[in-house]
């Protein structure tokens, strides 16, 4: 007997879920297809039901778990320091929580084909619109851009502290990186 719609969602969600987890903390290399299945609970045979192969589900699960983030974004009582603090937290960097996949896979999309690239660049210019409300000291081309930097400057900033293996050092980079921006007429590049 054939598994019902509400089955087959629930599958694909669990599948969904579990790779954005397991991709968030070990990279597409890194994990395997039963693995994958494992950890959300059925069988290698299940995922042939669901997906091709494992680049499709990872370019799913990229935009399921930006989905999901991007809820929170649109929370209206979300202010600026509030997401800071959430992003830039050592929680996140240690995977706990909602594992934002531009910061925990930047260096692992940058090597895959050009169809998940795009998937990518698209999340990040979701994110960047996404930041534009919280950027309220500007408006126009200004906003956008200060609402990009803001995204760099999470994004990179929790990179670089997932990266790093002295725990001081990492929540001193977070910490900086929670800090307000202040606009400069400096040149860095």
């Known amino acids: 007997m054939p598994w019902n719609e509400a089955h087959k969602e629930d599958s694909r969600r669990r599948i969904v879920e579990a790779a954005a987890r397991l991709f968030a903390l070990h990279g597409f290399d890194r994990v395997g297809i039963d693995q994958l299945m494992r950890e959300a609970g059925m069988t290698r045979g299940a995922f042939y039901a669901h997906f091709n192969s494992k680049a499709e589900l ?9 989905r999901r ?4 974004l649109r929370e209206p009582s979300l202010s600026l320091t509030d997401l800071l603090e959430g992003y830039l937290s ?3 960097r240690n995977g706990e929580g909602a594992n ?9 999309v940058a090597q895959r084909d050009e169809q998940l690239r795009s998937t990518y660049t698209d999340v990040f210019r979701g994110f960047v619109e996404l ?19 803001t995204a760099v400057l999470m994004i990179g900033g ?4 997932r990266a ?3 725990d001081a050092l990492a929540e001193r980079l977070l910490q900086a990186c929670r800090q307000p921006q202040v606009a400069s007429d400096q040149e860095f590049c």
């Open 58 to 66: 990872y370019r799913e699960a990229i935009l399921a778990t930006a």
């Open 69 to 72: 983030n991007g809820q929170r």
């Open 90 to 92: 050592q929680a996140h």
């Open 100 to 108: 934002c996949p531009m910061a925990f896979l930047v260096t692992d």
């Open 131 to 149: 930041l534009k409300p919280h950027m309220t000291q500007s408006e126009g081309p200004q906003q956008q851009d200060d609402a990009m930097r």
């Open 158 to 161: 929790m990179a670089i502290a």
């Open 164 to 166: 790093l293996n002295d």
